[in-house]
């Protein structure tokens, strides 16, 4: 069974959430980075960058939860 992770955001006004499946973080990744050029979007570049580490941040949490 896949648990399913989540990373969230508040901006201003803007509540952003993504739940995703292990295994699918490069897609995860293109999503911050088409939201990040969307023009329309407050989501912006540095918070991509934001997001993208707390992704990283998860992932190493959990292998060092494996290495015990």
């Not at 993504?18 to 293109?30: N, T």
Request: charged share 30%; no cysteine.
């Amino acid at each position: 069974m896949n648990v399913v992770r989540q990373l969230s955001l508040i901006k201003g006004d803007h509540r952003y959430v993504f739940r995703y499946l292990p295994g699918s973080e490069p897609k995860v990744l293109d999503a911050f980075a088409r939201m990040a050029n969307a023009r329309e979007a407050s989501f912006d570049w540095f918070d991509a960058a934001v997001m993208s580490y707390q992704m990283g941040r998860h992932l190493e949490m959990e292998l060092d939860n494996l290495r015990k």
